[in-house]
């Protein structure tokens, strides 16, 4: 009468390949739901649309990932729209006062004003002990408060910028618009620091068992403050794009924006529970997204079903994922006993 | 726990005083800065007589408040009709507030419209964000005694004293479909980007536009598709991007709103079709110049915003002197634009649309 | 064995939690390239001994020597950095990590500045191959058994070189074909130097791996022999040498009818065919060790986790549990084993958490009836002798004992016709302990029937009627009270269970 | 029948609160703070103290006021927050609108759309009772499902024209005068009701207990499932209730209707002390802090401060409201500042420095146009 069942690492293999693997599942649907809309409207399948779809995400694709690290700590960031539009109306402030200002100075600009707005967000979280979900609540209405108290107002139009502000997103040195160049470069460059630096490791330690990383000596404020640092980073040179590629900051740019960085992630497979994400997942869940958007358009379905069809899909994503999580963990105490 | 409380209790009150106190600061020095006041202080407004029937009675001048309400703030053209608005103001020696929320929300400007009515305004200018949702509060104004007039967006009948249009509903249409008709000369698809989905001018001007394209002599002409921008340059440039993917062989987009031409103009532009898809509609000569001479958008149509704010602050001042009261067949003398009539529908008409071009562009500056 | 230095010595050691002397001068010494057995009943303090070693408390007195220096462990990272790693029952790893990760978690090996996947993937197969694991070292965590998250953990401590081991109760779980594993890398650890500290109840183990055997019995050092040089008789005498105190109450047995029968119960793999039957009137003690799954057949009988198998009968008549309402209906009552967790809402105050189960009687008309759920909670108070400044008083600001005796008191008000409780009298000083006996015989003899689930001897062979010796989920032994004696209960739990 | 909740009353058999316990109170700290926003809005304006004035104002806050009251019981029961709040009156004021304007008669409409809010709420609380996902994840989702849901029912159009009966709900008023209006006394009804369920009921009881330890609760036989799916079920209904009363007040409907609202009522909910960890929180103070809102954004209306400029300081409150207590109970207990460590020390001047780098730039930046 054994009551510890014989458990090995095999048996439980296909569970664990299913979570691994999730990203190939939103490739296949991603896949298939280009047939069908091809097959519906050929004017779909062309590079020219899908250089659309890609300059769509590119800026989604960037604060996706600024909203994957945060959701591995276990936090989250709803903040993210309101400070693109702090930051966006700051800098098109200050290049319209400085047109020879250098376009990529700017950009260092937004970084550096989205690092100070990430920091209090971090400092209010990691050292206040406010829990993020009301914390980034408060600073999203405090940041978006700002912009309109800065610009009292006024919105920059495109015909007020300079050239040269205005080609740093749309400028095609190598044939790619320079918007998804600094998406693709975001994304390798996350990838990186996530996979071989110590605190991107930290990341993973202390959203996968904040207790267990204290004990093996993270120090776990520092990682969730790093991690909100790093949001306001992306999002402030998500600002500078946005304001280079639409030639506009109004008050009300990106509004509701962080809906989809959240989207993006979960549908990519991010962990909502935390502890795992990955850089790709997030580039598929964001490239789904816009692929569905785009092709709501194309196939003429009316623009109110958009809305609708993405809350469904963010609804899937969640069932999904905590179902296999659920099975997993039954399997192993069934197994430990 | 009681130190606790203790602790936060003088805290919260400090920040608290000092949050309000910096509001404040945060208000004052914006009246010097800007051109035009968005936050004017409400101190310095003397006593302002409660006029207690619907007809005002004779004021002085100096003392008569003004507010004119855009739909949002930032906003090019609203920002000349109030360059305009002012200039009336300063002949006729009265105060117009220029106030507005920061998005084109019908909550937030009936938020802002019940504080105003609050501060015993002497008169409403508004450029509706929603015809219907302001009802209410303009039959509240005008309970307290306070004219209601609306300028470029209507509120409903009921809600206001009297509407300014810019020009007929159906002349607005029928210049835009002369535009896109000249443009594609004579026949091809066309499509129509709009502002918000609610906006009542604009529903307006699209219904005229379908039934002017019944008529024999613009049958080649076939309107495909209507997007909404909702006023957003992102949106509409996005659904100018939608629309040129849709309709390969679009020829005409026409955009009756200033930040929905601007947009499918420069995505136009971007994507290299000038000349294959030509756009058109309303918007100001500043905002189009670049357009015009790159050939994105030889011609447009507009009024002269001023000339409408100019306008609403002449028919609020009269009414708000009791010398019309907003019926069919007041007159009354609006300053260098001349005298106006009400019409029978209770509306006034400001005059025929401009159309601009490349030569004639650079004699406008708004 | 024959170094002359100890690595770690504790000298005097007391530590004392709210009034209970958990520790009282104790003595233990680990030599280098030792298995060391720490042995005692539960509650003789071993657990606390560990936790004082690793760092999680600090001793009241006392002095902790390494390498003969006196040194002060603030916290589990100081303990970790003096090389001193401890070993669980329950692992506790990085779920979404792999091995690999997980061995070299917030130090990973780096080339420059950057992480060396390749030389991590060698160093963590090199560590798990030597402990005789044939495991994937990509594999995440969370697909691991308990046992291959044991060895993970000690593949981690020897990444960390620790030179002390501590493992506590770590055969618990494992099929024997594990604990055989699991035995070999502990001896293959001793060759090389480490010193090891083996906590475990199964005296056959500790004959198997251990060198030496220290014993404690209620707080206090007994004394420290070779396991060569000692008999199985020997231990258990050290363990349970006290003198059996008439301290509990007697009380004579007129048990009623038959009011549960419970027919080959069956829980999720956790324990199965458990069958007995209790009479109203009669305390049936239940012994076993941790981990025998008695708390889960509790939680069967109560509805928390219904049962998988099996058949309950109330009263003769069948009965199905699947919620605690369920239960209660039928008149079954449960006093859970950790109280703070399950037992009582410590914000509330002490009256609401006693009128929380039968909240129902209080209800007049439409609201609550304040001054009726004060009066009985008040007489409860009273009944059970609670000290405290009033029932408005927060459960929180109570003593161990007297929040044990407001659990009880919650109990008493749905007067159940059964009454299961789990742990009693664990960690409350010895007067509440007396005062929960008397009340419990003084229930008994009211004929409510009481299902004792307790793992100190003296208590069950004190206060039962009859009692049930669970071992690795399955039944172990029943034993009148007349019959039954502290060494054949230690012996039926403690053999290995046959091959 | 001020039957403040959290008994920490010392008396031995009196339930009677002593001086001390109230002064100790959140719900202090709101009285002190609306009498100084009240004696600042009178020196600013002359305005403030009209009552005409006050009740338009009450008017548009009493849609924030239904939606808080349940989800004053979502936060002290289950710690977490119902996000699909708006949408779920956006989707049923818009649903109400299409059968309106598709010639059925408005009660039933009103009585389909509440019968939808229900739906709605019982689908959140399905999710989360019964499948275990965290609230926030599945009313994440549902707040874009539900709204996505208005926006497919109404498209571009607007449904109008409601009857004199329906629009009184929102722009009704009680006697003549135009001075209390009718969803004030609406909410107050509903308040009250919200309020005794809250402190003197079994279920009111059953949600402090789950807050406060929802493992003992559920041991202690409390139906802790049964009430999650009431919970949610509740704040579906009262969600579509105040659709129907903004419908009201605009007297149209579009998808877009309380846009965003969501944020706001759970800025009033914790505001009023009611601790995002569950557990703690009165009826009381949530009304307190409504009312406190209410008047700290008409007041800078009044200073011509417009929507988004009210936002910051509402967005600071509801962080210095959470922040203060936790650095409270930091500093109190383990005199945190002795034990800083000289790279914390490092790191809190790095970001003070970044901090006023920042405003500097913000104020010199902004002066350039």
Known sequence: MVIGKERTATSLGLMSILVRFREVGILFFTVLLIIVVSILSPVFLTAHNFRDILLNISILVIVGLAQMMVIITRGIDLSVGSMIGLVAMMVAFTVVAFPGMNPLFALLLGIALGAALGSLNGAIIAWGKVPPIIATLGTLSIYRGLVFLYSRGDWINSFEMPMGFRQLSKGTPLVIPNLILFAAAVAILVFLFLRYTQTGRDIYAVGSNPQAATVAGIRVDQVIFIVYVISGILCGMAGVLWASRFESAQTNTALGFELQTVAGPVVGGVNIFGGSGTVIGVVLGSFLLGTINNALTIVKISPFWQLAVQGLLILLAVIVDSAILRRLQTATKQGNR | MLKDTKFHLIALLAVLVLLLAGCQAAATPTEEAATEPPAAETEDVTEAPMTEEPVATEEAAGDIVIALVPKNLGNPYFDTANNGAQEAAAELGIEVQYQGSSTADATEQIQLLNSLIAQEVDGLAISANDADALVPTGQDAMAQGIPVVTWDSAIAPEGRDVHINQATAEGIARVQIEMAHRLADGEGQIAILSATSTAPNQNEWIGFMEEILQEPDYQGLELVDTVYGDDEDEKSYNEALGLMTTYPDLEVIIAPTTVGIAASARAVQDQGRIGEVLVTGLGTPNQMREYVKSGAAPEFALWNPGDLGYLAVYTIYHMVQGDITGAPGDEFDAGKLGNYTILDDGTILLGAPTVFDADNIDDFDF | ????????????????????????????????????????????????????????????????????????????????????????????????????????????????????????????????????????????????????????????????????????????????????????????????????????????????????????????????????????????????????????????????DTVLEVEHLAGEGIFNDISFELKAGEILGIYGLIGAGRTEIARALFGIEPATGGRIKINGREVSIKSPQDAMDLGVGFVPEDRQMHGLILQMPIAQNITLPILQHFVSGFWLDRNKESSTAHDLVRRLRVKTAGVWQLARELSGGNQQKVVLSKWLGTNPRILILDEPTRGIDVGSKSEVHQLLSQLASEGIAIIMISSELPEILGMSDRILVIREGGLGGEFAQAEATQEKLMHAVTTIRPA | MAATHSETRSARHSRRVSLRNILVRWELLLVVLITVVTLINIQQSPFFLKPVNLSRAARDFMELGIMMLPMTYIIIALATVDLSVASIMGMCASFMGLLFMNGVDIWIAVAAALALGVAAGAMNGFLVAHVKLPALVVTLATYAFYRGMAYAMLGDEAARGYPESFTYLGQGFIGDGRIIPFSLILFLALALIFGVVLHTTTFGRYLYAIGNNEQAARYSGVPVDRVKMILFVLSGFMSALAGLVLAARFGSTRPDIGLGLELTVITATVLGGISISGGTGTMIGAILSLLLIGLVRFGMGLMNLQGQVQDIVIGLLLIISVLLPSIGRMLSRRGALSNLNVSQVLQVTLFVIAMALFVAFFLWSRSLL
């Open chain 3, 1 to 256: 064995m024959n170094q002359l230095q100890p690595l770690v010595s504790l000298d005097g050691i007391s530590k004392a939690f709210g009034g209970v002397q958990a520790l009282k001068g104790v003595h233990f010494e680990i030599y280098p390239g030792e298995v060391h057995a720490l042995l005692g009943e539960n509650g003789a303090g071993k657990s606390t001994l560990i936790k004082i070693i690793t760092g999680v408390h600090q001793p009241d007195q006392g002095e902790i020597l390494l390498d003969g220096k006196p040194v002060r462990l603030a916290d589990p990272r100081q303990a970790r950095s003096s090389a001193i790693a401890a070993i669980y029952q329950e692992p506790n790893l990085f779920p979404d990590l792999d091995i690999a990760e997980n061995i070299f978690v917030g130090r990973q090996p780096k080339q420059g500045k950057r992480v060396d996947w390749q030389e991590m993937y060698r160093e963590a197969s090199k560590l798990v191959h030597s402990l005789g694991l044939n495991l994937d070292v990509k594999t995440k965590a969370r697909s691991l058994s308990v046992a291959q998250q044991q060895m993970v953990e000690i593949a981690r401590a020897l990444s960390l070189n620790a030179r002390v081991l501590i493992m506590d109760e770590p055969t618990s779980s494992l099929t024997l074909s594990e604990v055989a594993e699991l035995f070999t890398i502990v001896r293959h650890l001793r060759e090389t130097g480490t010193a090891i500290v083996f906590i475990s109840h199964r005296l056959d183990e500790i004959f198997q791996i251990a060198d030496r055997v220290t014993t404690l019995r209620d707080g206090i050092y007994v004394d420290t022999r070779m396991v060569a040089d000692v008999t199985r008789e020997d231990l258990v005498q050290m363990m349970v040498g006290r003198t059996l105190s008439s301290l509990f109450p007697k009380h004579d047995v007129h048990a009623g």
